[in-house]
């Protein structure tokens, strides 16, 4: 029979799957369309490049102070409410007509995810020490893509009802304004898992004693590793942006495609997390499951010569292998971090390392961008050469799991 901390454990992950999965619906739903939509506004690559760099590095950015001061003060249900209700920025996107705005308020739901996302992550990551950190991780993001997949294909089904073959703003204002209903969903969700487990360091405490209070050696060589291996990795808003410029694909194929690249996402993403688990069985050794982060260079540097195509199967193609290394990402990054931080120093840790992700993205989507309007060559043997930077780090780690005795 499952113990009782076990059970709560279960109980509280597949909530947070749920909150995750309402909350993919509105920002991934957003973001399959917010490339082609500033199109539409009346703005350029470069922009719309700074606007998911600099997006993307205040969302990551931030996570270095909301990590610290959620440690500091335990409020990690605090931070990860005020943070889910920074979402209503998505929906608010229907109600504007210049790019100014709608960078705005992109801009925003990216701060949003900053302020709950470590004190989020530290919650599940006690609820997983319970039942495997990679499969508890895994499964999140499993639900997470349903999420996914349901935001982008409302536009898609909203995109084929209009007939009309050029898409105007009202076409993506009337699917903005729909993700009102799961925001509303999404909140109750939240408060619920609050009222449900209120103290989920327990969960934790219960399976792990003498926990160190030092951020390891590894760790240092986690964040090195992850900062070139996400500032090489293509974003989606780009991607789209180059789909509909280039006419490679359609506005309704755009939000299809990228819906079938988050269920290839979630669908690795229970693979790798119980590859992850196994690999630390197998080797007895609490960090042994980084060893398939190797993933993550080698995808992110095939993407870019098949993105950036002009056929279609080709892009198609790029975007099956960009939903894998999303969930790369996504599972094996957050289980990670799990393993090799101490609870007291968790949201710190990830505080830190999404403040390396930020800068990271930051770099790379003003970078991207503009080698976009210069030069495609030169744009993919980049990407190329920052994913290479990044395996020095990963072999580094894996000397350290070899030298360090952290036993399962």
């Known amino acids: ?164 073959s050029v898409k105007s703003l009202a076409d993506y204002q009337h699917g903005y304004g729909l993700l009102w209903i799961p925001f509303a969903l999404l909140m109750a969700c939240v408060f619920f898992a609050y009222f449900k487990v209120p103290d989920p360091e327990v969960l934790e405490t219960s399976v792990k004693k003498n926990d160190p209070e030092k951020l390891p050696k590894i760790y240092w060589l986690y964040a090195g590793f992850s900062f070139f291996a996400t500032m090489g990795f293509v974003n989606f808003v780009l991607m789209a942006y180059h789909f509909k410029s280039k006419n490679v694909l359609s506005d309704a194929q755009i939000p299809l495609f990228y819906a079938v690249a988050m269920g290839i996402d979630g669908l690795a993403a229970l693979v790798i997390g119980k590859i992850y688990d196994r690999m630390k069985e197998k080797q007895k050794h609490e960090w042994a499951g980084i060893g398939t982060l190797l993933l993550i260079p080698v995808l992110s540097l095939v993407i870019p010569f098949l993105c950036f195509s002009t056929v279609p199967w080709v892009v198609i193609l790029s975007l099956l292998l ?33 403040t390396a992700y930020g800068l ?31 395996l020095p780090f990963f072999f580094a780690m894996k000397r350290e799991v070899l030298n360090t005795a952290v036993p399962r």
């Open 1 to 164: 029979m499952m113990d009782l901390n076990k059970k709560k454990a279960l109980q509280l992950i597949m909530l947070f799957g749920l909150v995750s999965l309402l909350g993919d619906t509105i920002y991934e739903g957003a973001r399959s369309v917010n490339g082609p939509y500033l199109k539409l506004l009346g703005t350029n690559a470069l922009a719309v490049g700074l606007v998911a760099g600099v997006g993307e590095f205040l969302g990551y950015g931030i996570r270095l102070l909301s990590g610290y001061f959620s440690d500091k003060t335990k409020s990690y249900w605090l931070f990860t409410i005020a943070g889910y209700g920074m979402l209503a920025s998505v929906p608010l996107l229907a109600l504007t007509g210049f790019w100014q705005i709608a960078a705005l308020l992109i801009v925003m739901e990216r701060i949003g995810k900053a302020l709950r996302s470590p004190a989020k992550d530290t919650i599940l990551s006690q609820a997983a020490k319970q039942v495997g950190t990679g499969f508890g991780f895994g499964l999140n993001e499993a639900m997470d893509q349903i999420g996914a997949i349901a935001g982008p294909l409302l536009f898609t089904f909203i995109f084929i009802h209009d007939r009309a």
């Open 322 to 354: 960009w939903g894998i290394v999303m969930a790369a990402h996504e599972t094996i990054i957050r289980s990670a971090i799990a393993d090799i931080t101490p609870l007291k120093k968790r949201g710190t840790g990830y505080g830190i390392l999404n």
């Open 360 to 390: 990271a993205m930051l770099a790379g989507g003003i970078l991207m961008g503009w080698l976009y309007e210069r030069s495609l060559t030169a744009l993919v043997l980049s990407i190329a050469a920052i994913e290479l930077i990044s």
